[in-house]
């Protein structure tokens, strides 16, 4: 059964730090892994978006990878703002489910 | 082109009521899937719809179910009310049931039983 799970479960930086959010699941058979942004009672928007046969994806000050043999993915943001500040959350889509299994996300506070 | 879409934003029940939630998919994408996420998790599949058929159910009981329509819109019922049952409820729609297929997320909706 696939597990997802989120370390830090919550992290508050001062601006302008580099950070980095991590991510492992259990089973490596995944078609993909994306990464979300979540605000308080909001919905998701994605992020970030890698295919299995990946190893990274880049989006403006976000960058995330993948490493399937070791069940990791980590997110990294460049030059924290505290427009940054919500809830990170990962989702694997697995082979044996075809469904997307979330993680319980990092709760991020960046203060000015 | 819209996005996702879902009503109500809010909404208030009592235990052993019933509740209607619904999605309206981004133009052009045929599937529907909803998700459960309670306080503090992340959430949880409930079940998807492809072309007015389920495609797919996670572990919720029978008292979840819920309807595609022609156009793609998408239900999520829920009957008996429970406690446990207040959440967030998402719906994502995509151009396919496959894999391959990026699924887009709606607002969600609160539910509350009391």
């Known amino acids: 059964k696939q597990e997802v799970t989120q370390i830090p479960a919550a992290l508050s930086v001062p601006e302008g730090e580099n950070l980095v959010l991590n991510c492992s699941f259990t089973?490596?058979?995944?078609?993909?892994l994306q990464w979300f942004r979540q605000d308080p009672g909001k919905g998701l928007t994605s992020l970030l978006l890698i295919q299995s046969s990946q190893r990274e994806q880049t989006s403006g000050r976000l960058n995330a990878s993948l490493d399937k043999s070791s069940g990791r993915s980590t997110l990294y943001i460049a030059a924290s703002q505290p427009g940054d500040s919500a809830t990170y959350l990962c989702?694997?889509?697995?082979?044996?489910?075809?469904?997307?299994?979330f993680g319980t996300g990092t709760r991020l506070q960046v203060f000015p | 082109e819209t996005g996702v879409t879902q009503s109500p934003t809010h909404l208030i029940k009592t235990r052993g009521q019933q509740v209607t939630l619904r999605c309206s998919s981004q133009s052009g994408h045929n599937t529907v899937s909803w998700y459960q996420q309670a306080l503090g998790q992340g959430p949880q599949f409930i079940f998807q719809y492809y072309r007015e058929e389920e495609n797919g159910r996670g572990n919720f009981p029978p008292r979840f179910s819920g309807l595609q329509f022609p156009n793609y819109s998408s239900e999520l019922n829920v009957n008996a009310l429970e406690l446990d049952d207040s959440a967030l409820y998402l719906c994502?729609?995509?151009?396919?049931?496959?894999?391959?297929?990026?699924?887009?997320f709606g607002p969600g909706t609160r539910l509350t039983v009391l």
């Open positions: 989702a694997v889509l697995s082979y044996n489910t075809d469904k997307l299994i």
């Open positions: 994502a729609s995509s151009l396919g049931a496959g894999p391959a297929n990026e699924q887009f």
């Open positions: 089973d490596s058979a995944i078609y993909n």
